[in-house]
């Protein structure tokens, strides 16, 4: 009993001893790596040569550096200034390799999910549905619903958002319209993807009301093989539909 139990104290000792100079070494690693993370079916997405400079600019020393001596808040941070990144991770990981340990820097990415393509007076760009800006890249394209004609970022924000999103939530009108060109006076024309028509929604006010008369007429008339009747659909006055002919 007495060698039995020697024999466990010394294996108990050995493992504490060899866990010691594990942690020791693996606290000392060096960052040799880094490995990027990101969904590859996001709409928008920046290369991982991009996010990796991102992460060198963030700490320019940062190849041979020790992990426990690297600031992953302040990397996080930096990334996050991309405007086509909504959220970055950045973590360290060990990893044992011929006998030594391998230090590598994780990061993990969120890309901005665009709602709609703005193509104004005021520049080209996408928008998030909080209303942040993501640029448009040669390196991606989103199928979402595209804006044109002459209005400030401001108005896209605060009238047209609101209504893009509202365009999303419904499964026909997100079906159904591929484009909105604002002309003078901040009146929208809609253009469907069925029908050779086009709709007058008047100004971005009411717009829920305005849609919902414009459903009515397209279940109440245009479904009985009407689609191609209409040259003009006008829903801007209060509670009217007015149709013009071809």
Same mark, same amino acid.
Not at 172 to 175: D, E, G, R, S
Not at 243 to 246: C, H, I, L, T
């Given at each position: 009993?007495?060698?039995?139990?020697?024999?466990?104290? =010394? =294996?108990?000792?050995?493992?504490? %001893?060899?866990?010691? +100079?594990?942690?020791?070494?693996?606290?000392?690693?060096?960052? *040799?790596?880094?490995?990027?993370?990101?969904?590859e $079916?996001?709409?928008?997405?920046?290369?991982?040569?991009?996010?990796?400079? #991102?992460?060198?600019?963030?700490?320019?020393?940062?190849?041979?550096?020790?992990?426990?001596?690297?600031?992953?808040?302040?990397?996080?941070?930096?990334? /996050?200034?991309?405007?086509?990144?909504?959220?970055?991770?950045?973590?360290?990981? @060990? &990893?044992?390799? @011929?006998?030594?340990?391998?230090?590598?820097?994780?990061?993990?990415?969120?890309?901005?999910?665009?709602?709609?393509?703005?193509?104004?007076?005021?520049?080209?760009?996408y928008?998030?549905?909080?209303? /942040?800006?993501?640029?448009?890249? %040669?390196?991606? @394209?989103? *199928?979402?619903?595209?804006?044109?004609?002459?209005? @400030?970022?401001?108005? &896209?924000?605060?009238?047209?958002?609101? #209504?893009?999103?509202?365009?999303?939530? $419904?499964n026909?009108?997100?079906?159904q319209?591929?484009?909105?060109?604002?002309?003078?006076?901040?009146?929208?024309?809609?253009t469907?993807? %069925?029908?050779?028509?086009l709709i007058?929604?008047?100004?971005?006010?009411?717009?829920?009301?305005?849609?919902?008369?414009?459903?009515? +007429?397209?279940?109440?008339?245009?479904?009985?093989? *009407?689609?191609?009747?209409?040259?003009? =659909?006008?829903?801007?006055?209060?509670?009217?539909?007015i149709?013009?002919?071809?």
């Open positions: 009993k007495l060698f039995q139990l020697i024999t466990i104290l =010394i =294996i108990i000792v050995f493992v504490v %001893v060899t866990l010691s +100079f594990s942690a020791k070494e693996s606290r000392n690693a060096i960052c *040799n790596s880094i490995e990027v993370i990101f969904r $079916d996001d709409q928008i997405k920046i290369n991982k040569e991009e996010i990796i400079r #991102l992460v060198k600019s963030a700490d320019t020393k940062l190849t041979g550096k020790q992990l426990r001596k690297i600031n992953t808040d302040h990397i996080e941070k930096e990334v /996050e200034k991309h405007q086509a990144i909504f959220k970055a991770e950045v973590y360290k990981i @060990t &990893a044992k390799d @011929t006998g030594s340990y391998s230090g590598i820097l994780g990061v993990k990415v969120k890309h901005r999910e665009p709602v709609v393509r703005i193509m104004s007076s005021s520049g080209s760009y928008l998030d549905r909080f209303g /942040e800006k993501i640029p448009v890249s %040669v390196n991606y @394209t989103a *199928n979402v619903l595209v804006i044109t004609g002459n209005f @400030t970022e401001k108005y &896209a924000r605060e009238k047209l958002l609101p #209504l893009v999103l509202y365009i999303e939530k $419904d026909f009108w997100k079906a319209l591929q484009q909105v060109h604002v002309e003078n006076q901040e009146e929208l024309i809609l469907p993807l %069925v029908g050779e028509h007058d929604l008047g100004s971005a006010d009411d717009y829920e009301i305005k849609l919902g008369n414009m459903k009515a +007429f397209y279940k109440q008339v245009l479904a009985r093989n *009407n689609w191609n009747k209409y040259e003009r =659909i006008s829903v801007k006055y209060r509670n009217q539909v149709a013009k002919r071809r």
